[in-house]
C-alpha cells in the first residue's frame, strides 16, 4: 500500500509491517538521515531502498 508517491520519494509499507523509502534521485544528505533515523538500507533492482522494521518509533 503507497502512503505518499511523488517523483522523488516513494513511502510504503509492506504487508509484514515493515515502512519503506525508495529515493529516486540523489537528495543531498538523504542516505545519512534515513539510517540515523533507523532505516537499513539495501540494494533492490539497482536502487537503493530504506526498510524501517515493526515497532520501530
Known sequence: MSLLDIPDVFIGSTD??????????????GDRLLTE??????????RMLYLLPPGTA
Open 16 to 29: 509484514d509491517g515493515h515502512t519503506f523509502v525508495v529515493l529516486n534521485r540523489r537528495i543531498r544528505d
Open 37 to 46: 533515523a533507523g532505516f537499513r538500507a539495501r540494494e533492490h533492482l539497482g
